[in-house]
């Protein structure tokens, strides 16, 4: 057989092949203009998954002559724990074809398919946001927010239901201040005393920093302060286009009861509103959950998000998300263990969860 890297699958005139390096300024150029596509697209993310967290990317284009007509961005994780799967894409929300060419996405499926076959892995994930393959097994527990952003700063304000609202006037009132910060060093601290209080495995200090390197302005670090300047939430976001994307925060326990968490949000909705963003895309919530119920009370309608799977060596759909009951007793665990252990044990097992 082959190397997969060598391979080319033709379905008529279309062309379905391997990433090469030549072709990174036009994938990017491609994911820019696509409508289907989102930020985890963007070629950058195969740097990330390949330099820090080590894992193999199989990226693949579809042409047509010498156009491209649709990209579907895939890496395997390997993991004891876990299991061996092919992924549209590790540590991505989103993720699956983006395509201008309806014949593409079959053709991608399907080189998908045999790649994952060929690697021997155990299953092939793509993680849509709408449904493309109706017949294949698949997984509904994951919703989206996302939500237009009014033009002017005080109808957003508006728009948050009363309830909610009272809550950001209050960190408001008490005199919190938004600051965008040079790099990841505050929010990393605050992100990391969060995953401990929460049983999560952190990632590395080195992933958030890659983040910035790789994604520059388009990745942003908004920190919550005090009026005496101490940092008590912060978050992490990715814009695309014209999105905003809030995907990683941390805080400090006395947070809530300082509303910085909702102050920060809106603060983030603010900044967006007055760069002319439109859409402000709360990310992804597992249902029946806290993270859910907070997104809602924004006055945020869920979407169902679709993530279609091939079992090649398994009879059911992966189940590996912390709601899962046979990973309770190891989140209680994690939250006992000494700071300093977690954020050195933390990275390695936060790679295999993808």
Known sequence: MKPVDDRSVHA???????????????????????PQATFFHRVGWREILEGVFRHRTHYLVARRGEQIVGVLPLAR?????????????PFAVYGGVAVIDPEATGALHQAAIVLGRELGVQHLELRNRETLESAWPHQDIYVTFRKTLLPEV????????????????????RNLRSEIDADTDRFFELYADNQHRHGTP???????????????????????VTPEGKPVASVLSFYFRDEVLPYYAGDVVEARGLSANDFKYWELMRRACERGIRVFDYGRSKLETGSFDFKKNWGFEPAALH??????????????????????????????LPRGVVNAVGPVLARHLG
């Open 307 to 336: 993530y279609e799977y091939q079992l090649f060596s398994r009879d059911s759909v992966p189940q590996n998300n912390p709601t899962n009951p046979k990973y309770r007793a190891a989140i209680d665990l994690w939250r006992r």
């Open 154 to 173: 005080e109808a957003n304000m508006l728009a948050i239901p009363r309830k909610q609202r009272a809550v950001v006037r209050k960190g408001i009132q």
């Open 202 to 224: 952190p990632h590395s200090r080195r992933y958030f920093e890659a983040l910035r390197r790789v994604f520059g302005q388009d990745c942003e670090v908004l920190t919550a």
């Open 77 to 89: 994780v390997k993991s004891l724990l876990f299991g061996d799967a092919l992924t549209s894409l």
């Open 12 to 34: 008529g005139a279309l062309t379905i092949r391997p990433y090469q390096e030549s072709d990174r300024e036009a994938w990017d150029a491609f994911v820019f203009a696509c």
